[in-house]
Nanobody, 126 residues
Framework: QVQLVESGGGLVQAGGSLRLSCAAS????????MGWFRQAPGKEREFVAA????????YYRDSVKGRFTISRDNAKNTVYLRMNSLKPEDTAVYYC???????????????????WGQGTQVTVSS
């Protein structure tokens, strides 16, 4: 079993920054890719960013490219999402997810992720 615990969410003004963290436990963190998703009220959960197990491959949704940065520290079993130049449309609950298969790949759909955190609220005011 894998446990994922997010932290770092909060209320920020447009143009501000936040850094989300996701601490993982329960299996070999460095063997699996990780991802961030978000879900706004009344909308489906959507992909935000993903990083391969080695950190060598990274992928973002178009709307966050140049503003968000995903990274991981395998020694600390933690994945991060640095969010700069935040916009009101970034408001959502952000979820950390762990790939279910130990491959050095990028996964961008919810179906490819087996484990999920409880989510952390990010609210961007205009």
């Amino acid at each position: 079993q894998v446990q994922l615990v997010e932290s770092g969410g909060g209320l920020v003004q447009a143009g501000g920054s936040l850094r989300l963290s996701c601490a993982a436990s329960g299996r070999t963190f460095s063997s699996y890719g990780m991802g961030w998703f978000r879900q706004a009220p009344g909308k489906e959960r959507e992909f935000v960013a993903a990083i391969s197990r080695s950190g060598g491959s990274i992928y973002y949704r178009d709307s966050v490219k140049g503003r968000f940065t995903i990274s991981r520290d395998n020694a600390k079993n933690t994945v991060y999402l640095r969010m700069n130049s935040l916009k009101p449309e970034d408001t959502a609950v952000y979820y950390c997810a762990a790939d279910g298969i130990p491959l050095d790949r990028i996964a961008t759909t919810t179906y490819e992720y087996t484990y999920w955190g409880q989510g952390t609220q990010v609210t961007v005011s205009s």
